[in-house]
């Protein structure tokens, strides 16, 4: 079968999903929102809620056929060839505390492979969307990783040091410890700025669907290289332990690291 191609319409569509997206965050950003807990204890607002069920909504009436796996709601048609991906608020905590380092991500997966992705930062006002056979562009402009062949001289990004329980901590350890600096913080956020050539490296651990799917084509399509830590393709299925390279050579130099 042949491998599906990124048209119009599905360009079209997720960028009317982003704009639906972005008029509900802004309306919420830097108010004072009751937040509440969900049972991992990460936090969840009106904001996420909102968002997701405006999307799913959007989803349901235009590709009636397709799942849909999101965040908040959960699953629906999980059988289906192509899923939606949807992260209302990726970097709530960013969101509820003010900082505009959060992003709305939103994949469409093929049979269990991200084939296009879309991160916007409704405040900022920029957006990434990466797709088959399409550059990864920001706000419309083709964008490109930077080249860096040795990990020593590598800017690393992760969220937190706490998302990288046991063996994985140390793994990670050998890497923030080998590259020039290491910066956490900015969720989603870090990704961009790696396919927009400004970071190395983005090494994480215990991530959802939700959290990766979008950004692995918003890399990749920027000529970078997205996979888990056996340096196996992003599926929907992986185990949430992913690493993001602007250059091959660093990427395998993190894995030579990772694995040890």
Known sequence: ?????????LFDFINQMANASATII???FRTHLTVDDKPDTSPVTLADKAVEQ??????????????IYGE????????????????????????ITGKPLFGTLI???????????LLDQPIL?????????????????????????????????????????GADFEAFGRVRDTVKMTIYGGDCYAYALLATGFVDLVIESSLKPYDYCALAP???????????????????????????????????????LLQQ
């Open 218 to 256: 918003i890399v990749e399509n920027a000529g970078g290289i997205m996979t888990d830590w056996q340096g196996q393709p992003l599926t929907i299925h992986s185990d949430g332990r992913v690493i993001a390279a602007g250059d091959a050579h660093t990427h395998q130099q993190a894995l030579n």
């Open 1 to 9: 079968m042949m491998k599906p191609v990124i048209n119009a319409q």
């Open 125 to 165: 006002k920029e957006r990434w969307i990466g797709g088959q056979h399409l550059p990864t562009t920001l706000n419309g402009h083709p964008i490109h990783v930077r080249a860096c062949t040795d990990i020593k001289k590598a800017a690393l990004y992760a969220t937190t040091p706490a998302m990288f329980l």
């Open 54 to 67: 405006k999307l799913r909504e959007m989803i349901e009436k235009n590709y009636p056929h397709d799942g």
């Open 72 to 95: 908040e709601f959960g699953t629906k048609n999980e059988n289906a060839e192509f899923t939606w991906v949807i992260d209302p608020i990726d970097g709530t905590k960013s969101f």
């Open 26 to 28: 802004k309306s919420y």
């Open 107 to 117: 994949a469409l997966i093929h049979q269990g492979k991200p084939i296009l992705g």
